[in-house]
């Protein structure tokens, strides 16, 4: 059943998660980013927060309204800034948030404000709390909240550009400076993520503005890979939230081995990184040649 509900939606990821897994390795990076996103569903739930899910290195949570979704991202700021774990690791997060109706359907929420939310989670930096002023307005003084213009974004589906502010959350404030500006997008060359699939002499590049990426054993996919093992529609690749995310929805599941880590992944999701293989439908080792192989960029 779908119920539409004005709420807050907010988005925190784990800033520089890559280089994390290159510095520490896949199965120490994985366990602070599990230990990381644990704290951020504590401070979630003290503010009357739900979390709707955890994908890789971000957390999604709801809250009833505004205040309540503005004070637990500043107390999530502030947590992972006090862990000592977390300061040993250098361990930075971006939180975006945004309050406006949502549909909620079988525990999760889609719609315009969580398209909003997680374009603020986007353009926040490391250690940085992003949001549309509408969230903010009329509530800070209240609830001792203090926020800085930071100019105006265009937001996919939008006509006009929004307002956004970047709320304070460190006690002392003194070194930010006020001064407005404009958040820019088309002015100058970003140079995008890549990622490169190579199958039996095929080669194919996707990159974030790419439409989602399709796998599967029917015609009509972006790759086609015709084997009883796989499933009609087996598996998809999209730009999410700066990762490459690989989504499986098969009956067999699929195997992604990224250096000496491989995980099978079954009706779920996992980020891509620096290179490796995927073998769709069986275990690596039973069929070497229908590797497919990945490489970001």
Known sequence: MS??????ILFADVSGSTKLFETRGDVRARGIIAAVLNALTEVAHRHGGRVVKTIGDEVMCTFPGAANG????TDMQRRVKSEPDFLVENI???IGLHHGEALVEDGDVFGDAVNVAARMAALA???QIVATASTSSGITNAAGLRVRSIGTARVSGKLLPIEIVDVMWQEDVSHVTTVQRVVQ???APVERMRLVLMYRGQA???DELADPFTLGREPGHSLTVDADWVSRDHAMIEWKRGHF????????????AIGNEEVFVHRDV???RRSGTISLGQAPAAGPTDLIQFECR
């Open 245 to 256: 995310v690989f989504t499986d929805r098969s009956t067999n599941g699929s195997w992604v």
């Open 3 to 8: 119920v539409q509900q004005s709420q807050t």
């Open 185 to 187: 997008f088309a002015d």
């Open 270 to 272: 996992f980020h891509l």
């Open 204 to 206: 194919f590049t996707i």
């Open 70 to 73: 503005l004070l637990a991202s």
């Open 92 to 94: 930075g997060i971006r």
């Open 125 to 127: 930096k490391r250690d």
